[in-house]
């Protein structure tokens, strides 16, 4: 399995686990270059996805929280390479990036998803994380909350899988290549209370959709029960079976339903 030469060992207080395979590094970069615009990168570490990136032509900001790793790659990039020392978590977005890229330290995935989902402009993010994170966060065995809340306005795809063994040090999972894409038209207009309805129905009680739209979610039963039997959706369903659409859908039948009285029970 070829190798990049750069990689030095990980700091194992920033969760660094470098990326060394040298065709996956070359998948990543030609994900990338089928996309426009200029590039933010996420922990570039010693540049192995920065230095192919950067062939490109095209501006990238890399943030990289290693200072001494930031230095070093600062001297090996050219002008249309910005390195900046800072955690990415903290880091405010300069100019408009359409593309974000970057090999994600596996103890922040979480973290470093909701930085880029609220990050503004841009319009593809590719990045490596965990294979479970990967499969959830494209509904691929179950969606998470998370997922479920942002389909909507984001839509997620997997890309491919990646053995552990791409990486140094060498973490206990596989990884997986997950692809996000702003959508150009969001399913939902109405953020706020779509994401506290999803909330809802996700931390809700019951033995299926049909009892936590009733009990938890506060929607009257025969807008309930309309809605799972004209979408086939079996009553004993859990909201992680539910795609992007479903979930709009739901939601568009749910706001078109008078609301309920709240601490009226109904049967």
């Known amino acids: 399995m070829p190798r990049h030469p750069a990689a030095g060992p990980g700091r194992h207080e920033l969760g660094q686990n470098f990326l060394v395979d040298r065709r996956v ?3 990543v970069a030609a994900v990338v270059a089928a996309t426009e ?9 010693d ?6 990136l950067s062939r490109l032509g095209r501006p990238i900001t890399a943030v990289e929280i290693d200072p001494r790793r930031a230095k070093r790659l600062d001297d090996r990039t050219g002008g249309h390479v910005t390195v900046v020392n800072e955690d990415i978590l903290f880091h405010r977005v300069r100019g408009e990036p359409r593309v974000v890229v970057g090999n994600v330290p596996f103890h922040i995935t979480t973290a470093v998803l909701r930085w880029v989902l609220a990050a503004p402009h841009w319009r593809t993010a590719v990045l490596l994380v965990q294979w479970e994170v990967a499969r959830r966060r494209a509904g691929i065995g179950g969606a998470t909350m998370l997922t479920a809340r942002t389909w909507p ?3 997620y795809t997997v890309h491919s899988r990646v053995s552990r063994h791409a990486f140094r040090p060498v973490p206990t999972v596989d990884g997986g290549l997950l692809v996000v894409r702003r959508r150009p038209v969001p399913l939902v207009a109405e953020r706020e209370p779509y ?16 009892e936590i739209l009733a009990r938890s979610a506060r929607v009257p039963p025969p807008v309930a029960r309309e809605w799972l039997r004209a979408n086939r959706v079996p009553p004993d369903a859990l909201p992680r079976d539910l795609t992007a659409e479903q979930w709009a859908g739901l939601w568009a039948a749910v706001r078109g339903s008078p609301p309920r009285e709240a601490g009226r029970r109904r049967s």
């Open 25 to 27: 590094i070359a998948d």
């Open 37 to 45: 615009g200029p590039i933010l990168e996420i922990g570039p570490g």
């Open 47 to 52: 540049g192995a996805l920065t230095l192919p």
């Open 153 to 155: 306005w984001f839509d």
């Open 195 to 210: 994401q506290r309805f999803v909330k809802d129905v996700f931390t809700g009680r019951g033995h299926g959709l049909r």
